[in-house]
Nanobody, 124 residues
């Protein structure tokens, strides 16, 4: 079992930066691939970024590539999403997710553990 808690959301102006964190409980965190998804008002949950169990492989949605960086610290049991050059269209509730597999996935159906979400609002 893994429990996930996100933090770091907030209000920022366009062009600014935020760093989200996802703290995980459970002794097998290091063997979980993880990801960030987001859901804007009136839209479906969308993939943002994913990372393999070791942190050695990452994958990004085209809309955030070059601006966002996903990372994972298996000692601290925490995953991060560094978001730079934020745009108003990045406004959403951001969720972290984990799957008991070494490989990452961009499909939300492949993740069995989810956090409660953290709001990110980017003003123009």
């Amino acid at each position: 079992q893994v429990q996930l808690v996100e933090s770091g959301g907030g209000l920022v102006q366009a062009g600014g930066s935020l760093r989200l964190a996802c703290a995980a409980s459970g002794r097998t965190f290091s063997s979980y691939a993880m990801a960030w998804f987001r859901q804007a008002p009136g839209k479906e949950r969308a993939f943002v970024a994913a990372i393999s169990w070791s942190g050695g492989r990452t994958y990004y949605a085209d809309s955030v590539k070059g601006r966002f960086t996903i990372s994972k610290n298996n000692v601290k049991n925490t995953m991060y999403l560094q978001m730079n050059s934020l745009k108003p269209e990045d406004t959403a509730v951001y969720y972290c997710a984990a799957r008991s597999d070494l490989a990452y996935s961009r499909s939300s159906d492949d993740y069995g553990y989810w956090g409660q979400g953290t709001q990110v609002t980017v003003s123009s």
